[in-house]
């Protein structure tokens, strides 16, 4: 599966760093979202864009700041996280937000130590 | 409650039998309805989509959809090692635009 891909795979990260996740699509849409799954919970939405454009930030804490430079590109940047964030971040691409058929990236597993 | 509640499992099915999954929701004006796989360690895919009552047939997949007593199942005929996943139910609530609901997975295994 090319149609979305995220980097890194896997990350480590203290309390005090600042890194980013990266998600770029592959599929001509225009929508994109970020998704939070943890152990033993249901996929949670974090964010959504629509051509560039946030259309919904689902409560999300502000350690976690969202950045859609273009409908192809989407960053989740990360700092001062908390250990109970530690979980896989899916980034999900449609062709719009009314389309909800979403194309998963394989999702970056986050560990914060 | 639960928006989308399913049975975490493991639902541990013989090959070549059917396996039955349900998937509870809380939005009676729910009007959307799919049903995901997601191996271990990878991301889920879309495998049904069903948006009135009744059946509705891909493959060995079948899909039910019950608005009334809402609750979607997903029925999986003569299944194989490689349908052994986590299912994940996921609704689009009556009022929101653009946001899925995802129930927390039904985790399948079926030996052979």
């Known amino acids: 599966e090319t149609g979305v891909t995220q980097t890194p795979r896997h990350l480590v990260m203290g309390m005090t760093n600042k890194k980013s996740l990266k998600c770029e699509q592959h599929?001509?849409?225009?929508?994109m979202y970020w998704y939070k799954q943890s152990a033993k919970k249901p996929l949670e939405l974090m964010f959504v864009?629509?051509?560039?454009?946030?259309?919904e930030n689902n409560s999300v804490p502000s350690r976690f700041s969202p950045e859609c430079p273009n409908s192809s590109h989407l960053f989740l940047h990360l700092h001062t996280l908390q250990p109970e964030d530690s979980a896989l971040y899916l980034c999900?691409?449609?062709?719009?937000?009314?389309?909800?058929?979403?194309?998963f990236g394989n999702g970056t597993r986050l560990t914060v130590t | 409650q639960k928006e989308v509640e399913q049975n975490s499992g493991p639902l541990s099915v013989p090959e070549g039998a059917i396996a039955s999954l349900n998937c509870t929701y809380s939005?009676?004006?729910?009007?959307?309805f799919f049903w995901y796989r997601q191996y271990s360690g990878k991301s889920p895919e879309l495998i049904m989509s069903?948006?009135?009552?009744g059946d509705k047939e891909d493959g060995r997949f079948t899909a039910q959809l019950n608005k009334a007593s809402q609750y979607v199942s997903l029925l999986i005929r003569d299944s194989q090692p490689s349908d052994s996943a986590t299912y994940l139910c996921?609704?689009?609530?009556?009022?929101?635009?653009?946001?899925?609901?995802f129930g927390g997975g039904t985790r399948v295994l079926v030996k052979p």
């Open positions: 939005d009676r004006g729910s009007q959307s």
């Open positions: 599929l001509g849409h225009n929508a």
């Open positions: 999900a691409s449609s062709r719009g937000t009314g389309d909800i058929n979403l194309h």
């Open positions: 996921a609704v689009k609530p009556g009022t929101a635009g653009n946001k899925l609901t």
């Open positions: 864009y629509s051509l560039e454009e946030r259309v």
């Open positions: 069903i948006y009135s009552n």
